[in-house]
């Protein structure tokens, strides 16, 4: 009887309500097809390339930090111990690193107090929502589709996520003026607006030029922060300034990851918050103030790793990456050439060009649902992601994403075979 | 004007509340005067002993991890890589390992899948209240004072945490039926009670053992969670069972921290939470999914560190910190007698007696406040914490709060000096 009581307190309607929220119960069931079919092709994971992977690096990294803060910080050996082992400032120990990073790969011009080092751009998103969602009249807008990881954040903070248009060229900027204004009509407050500008997850999309600078136009006009994810914007043949590179009224909050780019298993990222508050101090101070509620502070052994790998490439991710950006192009091209090979013929399926990232968009004239997910993968032995996952459900049922990061050539030829195979079989 | 216009939108009162309330502000405040003096004594950081650091180990922990990927589990060069690299799951890659050594120290018995790892015991709070926290009704109880990273944690899942009384035998289970029954004529949901039985931080103070079984008797009749926080139950002379280890309804979710006994820098925590719920599952589970939303997972990379430490240590964190136990106790006995001493024979000035931790308070009958804590660091030279930083800034103003670990038997003694000369002067 007693446990029975404790066991009805914790039933799931009495939880949080982000538990129950339809988006996470998706991801929950996508997940689960996924590890269901392991021997499936699969172009439905976004993570990195592993063949460069090397256990022995991690040891190099280590090293090079502790020999950084030794000979470039003259910091003695008690004092280098102590950065790595003991507790540490909240924003991190690696900013000013990270700082020349940007400066190297990004011409952004960022200083290191403005820098908050996180666990992953995913703590970044949260802290920066938790700081600006402060009650019920506060809202953030964010093109539809959207990462999976923005709608978490929003839900830990019970933030609203309101739909901006998207089309092949990014977020909307005239859109968004109207939902600015629509928002204002419905007495909400916006907070923010959250933008991928380069190569997109889950779309592959991105922003040309001139959008960006009508973006930022419109963000300046409307005092509204951007909230400027960049996780996937070194690896595309042509490079577009991001938009924090072209910030001169500090509108924009840049969220920097280094899973792509760093190693995954650092679980390490940043925030770039250098807005200025009235009463004095960043808006990283802010930031700092939440983390220290959240994580205390990441963990430096995890920051090492990460500055070691920018020490020993000169500060540029770009040169650290120059193979895995090689295959990357290569294993985009490719996809784009094998569907063009077994779909080109048909008016009826259509997919978009990025030129860079890890995703493609493809559109077909049937439900794409995880029933045909599925399918694929029990009878096709393919894996995509639905694209319905990236709109909470709600929309995007005729799209499916592909991924390209993780796969041999071989395998790519042989994925968009097996996926030819059953858009054509469900074609009229 | 229109940058004026965003920096209005980020004005601290459209901040969320937490960045305001008076706790944090508080807290802060502290840090910053203990900032300001890095020549005092401090008799204020809670940070573990730093002379057995060595950057070396990490690199042991992390070759004795690797190897028993490759020995123990069977894995593949690819796969002891991918571990550590990759994307990993959200619930950890080590929780079997935890649960061997929570067998061996603590003697608690948990299912690896009930075991979430995560970015230190302040994440693990979170999360617990997270959950928890699904509307207005819901509140938390916790003994005033309390640990500064709950209430940290409250305020991030706009929490209020209601006091429950505690004395030298810590929370008083008596005062905690009172709460449950004042919260519900409130129409309040009691969500849980966050609890500290051995060494309590801030307080020092510990639960006898018919306490502990009388706390998990009125959880079990009122069927109410216990969050049960272990930082520094390593460091005593007697060790009393934890809450978790007498837990027979499953009423206890354990928040494990590795700060104090692994290496602050893994920033490791973790959480045992094995409450079935009632469509299935575990409470664990639950945790886990948010724990997606919020950090994706630990960094494998730290949480290998740990998981090496073990393994070099048979699992036994006792064992691995048999020397740290020992400067503990002894600081702490010679901080006692010191403080007998030296203010031995007033009246006036008390201070508990703690059998282990790292903790000591002394009452005065005067006001501790922060003033006096300048005072204290200008013109003595010597650091403590106000105690009520830990009442939230609403009581406990005739306390101070001493720390023993970071300090010599040398420094302890002048400290202890200092601080006796402080008191005394103002003694009438």
Redesign the interface.
Known sequence: M???????????E??????TDPA?SSM?LLNEIVENYPNAISMAAG??Y?EF???RL??DY?DAY?DHLRRDRKVDE?G?????????TTKGVIADLVARNLAEDENIDAAPESVVIT??A??AM?LVL?????GDRDVLLAPAPTYV?LT??A??TDTPVWPVRSTENGIDPDDLVLQLKYADEQGK?V?ACYVTPNFANPTGTSMDLPARHRLLEVA??????LLEDNAYGLFGADRLPSLKALDR???VVYLGSF?KTG??????GYAVAD?????GGL?AD?LS??K???????????QA?IAGKLLLNDFSLTKANSREIAIYQRNLRLTLGELDRRLGGRTDVSWNTPTGGFFVTVTVPFVVDDELLAHAARDHGVLFTPMHHFYGGKDGFNQLRLSISLLTPELIEEGVARLAALITARLP
Request: charged fraction near 15%; hydrophobic fraction near 40%.
């Open positions: 007693d446990s029975n009581r404790l066991s009805t307190q914790l039933s799931l009495t939880l949080h309500g982000s538990l996470i929950n993570r990195p592993e992977f090397d256990v991690i040891h280590l502790c008690a280098v111990t102590r950065t790595l082992f003991q507790y540490g666990v992953g995913q703590e949260f938790r700081t600006l969602r402060a990881g978490g954040a839900l830990l407050r907070r300046e006009e409307h005092g509204i922060l009224s500090a509108n899973a190693m995954p298993g650092a679980r390490v807005q200025r508050l009235p009463g808006l802010q103030k939440l220290g509620m959240l994580t205390v502070n990441t963990s430096p052994i995890a790793v």
